[in-house]
C-alpha cells in the first residue's frame, strides 16, 4: 500500500524548468508554426528549429541587395565575397577558433568526407575510433582500409554507454605508426553522451591526430577552441539554429593543414592551374577545400543563425535543457505498467550525468517484452509528435545496446551481398533500434507533457512485438 502512494507521488513529481519565461516568450515570438499546427517536435538531435527572426533577417537581406557570384571586383560579386568573409569570420570567433581554417562543406558528412580523403592513411597509417560514431566517422575506415592502413574501434561499456578512459588510453599507446588518426564525438547523437573533451590533449601527446565529430555537442553546449583543440573539427550549421539546410564546416587546425593531401583540383582551389602543362598550384588556406562557387546567398545567414544564438546565451540554452531532460527522466523512471513492470527502459548513464539534450529509450510491453521502435514511431505520428527510432546511422551504439556478437554480425554480412536494416533484424531475430527523444530551443512544457501522456496513454496494453 505504501509502496504504490509512494509510486503515485512519484509519477507526478515535477521539475521547474530554468529560464521558462524567456522561453516561453521566445517560442511564442519565433516558433508560433508549432502551436498553430499543434506540433510537438522532439528531434532536435535530427534537426533543430530556426525562428521567425532569422527569417526575416535573411529574406531582408535578399531581398534589399544584389549578389553575384564571388570573387570578382564588380559590386555584386564584392558583396557576395564580403558577407561570406563575415560569416567565415563569425564562425571561427563563435569557436574560439583563430588557429583555425574554417571550410564551408555542406555538412558534417562533407567535413569528415575531406579529413577521410586527404589524411595520409597508407601502409604507415592506422585509424582508430570509437564504436559510438556516426557513421559519417564510420565511413572514413574504408579510406583508410583502402590505403592499406589499419584501423581499430574502441569499445562502449554495456553498462552506461561511456569509453573507459583507462582502455582508451591503452589503446591509444599501443599503436607505432607515422599518421594516427583518432576520431570521436564530442556527444552522442544517440546516448546524448559527452565524451571527456581532454583526451584530445591526451591523444596528441601520444602523437594522433584528432578529429573531433562536434555536429550533435556544438547546438548546446559551448566548444572553445583554444580550450581544447583537436586537428579537425565537424560541425553541420542546421543542428544549432535550424536554417539554412546544406551548409556545415570542417574546421582545421592551421599546423594540421598540409597534412591534408587534397588528391584534385577544382574551381576555386588553385592559384593557378595549366593545360599544356599539367600542373596547378593549390591555394593555401581554406580555398582549397571548397570546390567550385560557394553557397554565398545561404552563408551570410549562417552569421545571423549565430547571432541568435549568442542572443539567447548557451550557458542559458544548455541549463534549460538539462532541466528538460531532468523533468522527462523524472518522470519516466517511474512510469510503469499495473503489475510493476517498467514502461521504457532508458539506456545509458543510470544518473543520466553530461547527457545533454538526448534520451533513447525502449519500450516495453506489460510482460516485459520490447515493444518494436516502428510500431512505437507510428502511434506517436498519430498524436503529431515528431521523434526518431531505428539506430540513428550509429550502428555501434546500437550493436552495443542490444548485445549483438561479432560472430553474429560477420554470419549475416558474409551470407549475402545486400541487405537492409529490417531484414537484420528478421535474420537475427533480435531486438535492434531505440526511440529516441531530443529537446532543444522552442520545446515547452506542454511538449514534454505531451509526450509523458503518450507514455502514459499506453500503459497497460500489449503492442505487438518483434521479439
Ligand atoms: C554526431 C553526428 N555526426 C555527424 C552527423 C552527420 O551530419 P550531417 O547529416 O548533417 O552530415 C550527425 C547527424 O546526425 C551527427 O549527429
Not at 589524411?119 to 604507415?124: E, H, M, S, V
Not at 562502449?156 to 554507454?161: C, H, R, S
Not at 564530442?186 to 546516448?191: G, K, L, T, W
Not at 593555401?284 to 553557397?295: A, C, K, L, Q, S
Given at each position: 500500500m505504501l509502496k504504490s502512494i509512494l509510486k503515485k507521488k512519484k509519477a507526478t513529481e515535477t521539475v521547474q524548468l530554468a529560464h521558462d519565461e524567456f522561453f516561453n516568450d521566445l517560442r511564442t515570438k519565433n516558433y508560433s508554426r508549432l502551436d498553430k499546427d499543434k506540433h510537438v517536435y522532439l528531434d532536435y538531435t535530427g534537426g533543430n528549429l530556426y525562428s521567425s527572426l532569422q527569417i526575416e533577417k535573411h529574406l531582408e537581406l535578399l531581398e534589399n541587395n544584389t549578389f553575384g557570384?564571388?570573387?570578382?571586383?564588380n559590386p555584386s560579386s564584392s558583396l557576395s565575397t564580403n558577407l561570406v568573409a563575415e560569416a567565415r569570420k563569425k564562425v571561427i570567433d563563435f569557436f574560439n577558433a583563430e588557429d583555425y581554417y574554417c571550410v564551408f562543406t555542406s555538412n558534417a558528412s562533407g567535413a569528415l568526407k575531406i579529413v577521410g580523403e586527404c589524411?595520409?592513411?597508407?601502409?604507415?597509417g592506422h585509424f582508430l575510433l570509437f564504436a559510438d560514431n556516426h557513421n559519417s566517422v564510420n565511413g572514413i575506415r574504408e579510406y583508410c582500409k583502402k590505403a592499406g592502413g589499419g584501423f581499430e574501434y574502441v569499445p562502449?561499456?554495456?553498462?552506461?554507454?561511456s569509453v573507459s578512459s583507462e582502455r582508451l588510453t591503452e589503446q591509444l599507446k599501443s599503436v607505432d605508426k607515422k599518421n594516427k588518426l583518432f576520431a570521436y564525438p564530442?556527444?552522442?547523437?544517440?546516448?546524448g553522451i559527452k565524451h571527456d573533451l581532454n583526451w584530445i590533449s591526451m591523444a596528441r601527446d601520444l602523437g594522433w591526430d584528432v578529429l573531433l565529430d562536434a555536429a550533435a555537442f556544438v547546438p548546446t553546449s559551448v566548444l572553445d577552441l583554444k580550450k581544447y583543440s583537436p586537428n579537425y573539427v565537424s560541425i553541420s550549421f542546421y543542428k544549432i539554429?535550424?536554417?539554412?539546410?546544406?551548409l556545415g564546416c570542417l574546421l582545421i587546425r592551421k599546423d594540421s593543414?598540409?597534412?591534408?593531401?587534397?588528391k584534385w583540383f577544382a574551381g576555386g582551389t588553385v592559384n593557378l592551374a595549366s593545360v599544356n602543362a599539367p600542373y596547378h598550384f593549390l591555394i593555401?588556406?581554406?580555398?582549397?577545400?571548397?570546390?567550385?562557387?560557394?553557397?554565398y546567398l545561404d552563408i551570410p545567414a549562417l552569421k545571423i543563425g549565430l547571432e541568435y544564438i549568442e542572443s539567447i546565451g548557451m550557458k542559458r540554452l544548455n541549463e534549460r535543457v538539462e532541466s528538460m531532460m531532468d523533468y522527462l527522466y523524472t518522470n519516466l523512471k517511474n512510469m510503469?505498467?499495473?503489475?510493476?513492470?517498467?514502461q521504457v527502459d532508458i539506456f545509458g548513464h543510470p544518473q543520466r550525468k553530461?547527457?545533454?539534450?538526448t534520451m533513447i529509450m525502449c519500450f516495453k510491453n506489460p510482460d516485459g517484452s520490447k515493444i518494436g521502435f516502428e510500431k512505437i514511431e507510428e502511434l506517436t505520428n498519430q498524436k503529431k509528435i515528431s521523434l526518431r527510432s531505428g539506430c540513428f546511422c550509429n550502428p555501434g551504439l546500437d550493436e552495443t545496446n542490444n548485445c549483438l556478437t561479432n560472430e553474429e554480425l560477420a554470419n549475416y554480412f558474409e551470407s549475402r551481398n545486400s541487405g537492409s536494416y529490417g531484414e537484420m533484424i528478421k535474420y537475427l531475430n533480435k531486438m535492434r533500434g531505440a526511440t529516441r527523444i531530443s529537446v532543444g530551443v522552442a520545446t515547452n512544457q506542454n511538449d514534454l507533457d505531451t509526450f509523458l501522456s503518450f507514455v502514459k496513454s499506453i500503459k497497460d496494453k500489449t503492442i505487438a512485438s518483434i521479439v
Open positions: 557570384n564571388p570573387h570578382s571586383t589524411y595520409p592513411f597508407d601502409a604507415d562502449m561499456n554495456v553498462e552506461d554507454l564530442a556527444q552522442s547523437n544517440v546516448s539554429f535550424g536554417y539554412p539546410t546544406g593543414f598540409n597534412k591534408l593531401n587534397k593555401d588556406n581554406h580555398e582549397r577545400f571548397e570546390n567550385g562557387t560557394v553557397n510503469s505498467h499495473s503489475n510493476g513492470v517498467n553530461n547527457t545533454g539534450g
